[in-house]
C-alpha cells in the first residue's frame, strides 16, 4: 500500500533493469533482516521493509513482459511472469510452511533470501534497460485507474483470505499442519491454471475473457 505508490512516483528516473535491481534487492535485504530478528518488533519491521516492493515490482514487471513479446502475445507473456508467483504458491508456501514447522522459520527466511539473490543475478543478466517514463502517461487515462481499482479489490480480498488462511483452517476447522499445506497447495494450483489460461485468451478476446 505505501511501497507501489511511492516508487512508482521515482520510477521515471530509472531504468526498468535498474528499478527491478534495486526492488528485488530490498526485498532479499528483508528476508536477510527476518533472519537474524532478535525479537517481533524487528521481526515486522523486517517483513514491512520486504513488502515495500511487492505492488511495484509485479508491475514493472509485467511491463517488462509485455515490451519483450509482440503485441499479439502480450497478456500471454504477462501470464508467463506472473506463473512465478503462482509456482511459489502451489510449491514454495507450502514447502516453507513444512520446512518451518520441522525445523525453524529463520531457515525458511534465509531460503527465501537466496531466491532473491538468483532473482537479482537473472534481472541484471536477462532484463533490457529500458526506459519506464513513457509508460507513465497511461494514468492519465480513466480506464486505467478503473482497473486499478477492480485490481485493488479484487486482489485485497484474494490476499486477505490468503493471509488468514493458517487460523482459519487450523484452529477454526481443525484442519491440522497437513491440511494446511494441501489447502495452500490446491490455492496455488487454481491460481495457475486461472493464470495460465487468463493470458492465453485476454490475447484472442480480452474484453469477453475480463
Known amino acids: 500500500m505505501i511501497g507501489a505508490p511511492l516508487l512508482t512516483a ?34 515486522l519491521a523486517a517483513r514491512v521493509l520486504t513488502a515495500l516492493p511487492h505492488g511495484a515490482v509485479f508491475g514493472t514487471a509485467s511491463v517488462v513482459a509485455a515490451g519483450l513479446v509482440d503485441h499479439q502475445r502480450a497478456a500471454r507473456a504477462i501470464s508467463l511472469m ?23 522459520w529463520r531457515l525458511t527466511f534465509a531460503l527465501i533470501a537466496a531466491v532473491g539473490l538468483l532473482a537479482v543475478a537473472g534481472i541484471a543478466l536477462l532484463v533490457p534497460p529500458l526506459r ?55 490455492f496455488g494450483l487454481g491460481m495457475a491454471i486461472g493464470n495460465l489460461l487468463g493470458g492465453r485468451l485476454a490475447d484472442r478476446t480480452l474484453l469477453p475473457t475480463m
Not at 84 to 99: D, N, Y
Open 10 to 43: 521515482i520510477s521515471g528516473r530509472f531504468t526498468r533493469k535498474r528499478l527491478l535491481l534495486a526492488m528485488m534487492a530490498l526485498f532479499t535485504v528483508g528476508n536477510l533482516a527476518a533472519v537474524v530478528a532478535p525479537n517481533y518488533d524487528f521481526l
Open 82 to 104: 506472473f506463473t512465478g508467483l503462482t509456482v511459489a504458491t502451489i510449491v514454495g508456501v507450502p514447502a516453507a510452511t513444512a520446512l518451518g514447522n520441522a525445523f525453524t
Open 132 to 186: 519506464l517514463r513513457d509508460e507513465l502517461h497511461a494514468f492519465t487515462k480513466p480506464q486505467v485507474w478503473l482497473t486499478l481499482l477492480v485490481g485493488t479489490l479484487g486482489f485485497g480480498g484474494v490476499f486477505a483470505t490468503y493471509s488468514y488462511i493458517s487460523p482459519t483452517l487450523m484452529p477454526l476447522a481443525g484442519a491440522g499442519s497437513a491440511g494446511l499445506i494441501a489447502a495452500l497447495a490446491l
